[in-house]
């Protein structure tokens, strides 16, 4: 028989770990086994299930007293636990109870002593009741349990939280720190939420706005409550008002940058604005294979170390390729009228260095009241008494004197040195009893080609007469003839 005692008075960092229990062991006459060893089984039993039983051999003094730790013995393998640490106590907190058994041989032949023992616990142990504790948390010494209580909100600085965790101070006593050590990293705290959004954290002032830190799908975001202000994305791209940056730094808006000597108020007409009395914008510098290592646009700027220049990329500007400026003020009849003449006119020419022909341009000198019809430009390779194929036309609609500029579709690639012309009409639309003239540059003022008319009654305008005494006015323009790397000084 036993006359036993649980102990749970143990020291605090071993409440958790074991459980002591004190009996007195006696024979079947009732005299103590002293000075003896035992074997003892523990049996812990919660409502009709077997929680967890290990053994011990443990020695009894001269009056029959033992005392052993339950937990530190060796696990049977019986019941729903399988090593003390890993009992849930939560599980059946009003209905525990122990079973002993003991062999006093010392070997496993064990026999119960009585029935089995309700549990009950110390008043500390009443007082642990309240407080449910999350694993590793710093609130208790190690080991812990892994308890979670998810019914309740936990406060603190308030006895009415309203949320799951609600923290109420009135200085900045709030902080989540981790252990630092050099060279790595871990989580101190991590804020989870459901895809595609993610979690999003509210910062508000009492009577004010919001301010919105979270994810949208995998963008993270600081946003004042409409559009996102700040944007970062996985691959490292800053957006400023911009909630899909393209490039590193993408802002969507004005930008200034100023020092503390600037006075001035930003300019809202720059895009980019360097406010400043102290410092200057540094170029990139770079050498010559530097430069050509670029993919470059009109627009880039740069300083050629090389060359101590600033350089700038831009294409070709429009530049005349070839005409006759100059005007003696002699007029040439355009008429398109069956009876009895169709009146065209001509001017053949030469490029002195090869280009697209995108422009060309005439002058009209004077023109019959209430003329208002479109004119044609067509440009032919050879000249116009050997003609060749069309190179390209234009149309335009005359209804004044002055300059007229007429765009050439499909510009074509013109070659130097090379018999080109073009023929201004009135296309054959039906007799017309009205008629405008072209102006006249000094004869011999180009000296590559010269004015060419058509007086024919055919349709077609099949044969030229060369008039040498004149050129017409006009000049021959290209928009580019190619692009590159220019000295800007």
């Given at each position: 028989m036993l006359l036993s005692t649980l102990l749970y008075g143990q020291q605090l960092n071993d409440q958790f770990k074991y459980m002591s229990y004190q009996a007195v062991a006696r024979d079947a006459n009732g005299d103590p086994l002293a000075n003896q060893t035992i074997g003892v089984k523990f049996t812990m039993i919660f409502g009709l299930s077997y929680a967890y039983e290990e053994t011990q051999s443990v020695t009894t003094n001269e009056f029959g007293l033992f005392t052993a730790q339950i937990g530190s013995g060796t696990p049977t393998g019986l019941g729903q636990f399988p090593t003390y640490p890993e009992i849930n106590w939560l599980g059946a907190t009003g209905n525990w109870s122990l079973l002993v058994a003991i062999d006093p041989s010392g070997g496993t032949n064990y026999q119960t002593v009585g029935p089995s023992q309700q549990m009950r616990a110390v008043p500390f142990a009443n007082l642990a009741q309240t407080a449910l504790v999350l694993a590793d948390s710093a609130w208790v010494s190690p080991p812990y349990q892994p308890l979670v209580y998810t019914d309740k909100n936990v406060g603190i600085g308030t006895d009415s939280p309203t949320q799951k965790f609600e923290?109420?101070?009135q200085t900045s006593s709030f902080r989540v720190r981790e252990?630092?050590?050099?060279?790595?990293w871990t989580t101190a705290v991590e804020i989870e939420g459901s895809a595609p959004y993610g979690p999003t954290v509210e910062f508000r002032r009492g009577g004010g706005g919001a301010w919105y830190l979270g994810m949208e799908h995998d963008r993270f975001r600081l946003t004042p409550g409409g559009?996102?202000?700040?944007?970062?994305?996985?691959?490292?791209?800053?957006g400023i008002k911009n909630n899909a940056p393209e490039v590193?730094?993408?802002?969507?808006?004005?930008?200034?940058?100023?020092?503390?000597?600037?006075?001035?108020?930003?300019?809202?007409s720059a895009a980019l604005e360097v406010a400043s009395t102290t410092?200057?914008?540094?170029?990139?510098?770079?050498?010559?294979?530097?430069?050509?290592?670029?993919t470059p646009t009109p627009g880039m700027m740069i300083f050629n170390v090389e060359s101590s220049t600033f350089q700038g990329f831009a294409n070709d500007p429009p530049f005349t390729v070839g005409g006759s400026s100059a005007s003696n003020g002699v007029q040439i009849p355009v008429i398109n009228d069956f009876s009895p003449t169709i009146t065209e006119a001509a001017q053949s020419f030469q490029v002195a260095a090869a280009g697209t022909l995108d422009t060309v341009v005439f002058h009209v000198g004077s023109i019959d009241p209430g003329f208002s019809r479109n004119v044609q430009v067509t440009v032919y390779d050879g000249l116009p008494t050997t003609p060749g194929s069309v190179l390209g036309s234009g149309t335009i609609l005359v209804n004044a004197t002055g300059m007229y500029r007429v765009a050439i579709t499909s510009p074509p690639l013109l070659s130097a040195g090379t018999d080109y012309f073009f023929a201004v009409e009135i296309p054959l639309t039906g007799p017309i009893a009205q008629q405008f003239s072209l102006r006249t540059g000094i004869p011999g003022d180009d000296t590559t080609g010269s004015c060419y008319l058509c007086n024919d009654a055919a349709s077609n305008c099949a044969f030229w007469n060369f008039d040498s005494n004149y050129d017409l006015q006009y000049e021959?323009?290209?928009?580019?003839?190619?692009?590159?790397?220019?000295?800007?000084?």
């Open positions: 923290v109420k101070t252990n630092f050590t050099a060279g790595t559009l996102p202000l700040l944007t970062a994305t996985p691959d490292m791209r800053i590193e730094l993408d802002v969507k808006g004005n930008m200034r940058i100023a020092d503390a000597g600037n006075v001035n108020g930003p300019d809202p410092g200057a914008v540094l170029l990139p510098r770079l050498t010559t294979a530097q430069r050509d290592a670029l021959l323009i290209s928009n580019s003839n190619g692009s590159g790397w220019v000295d800007l000084h």
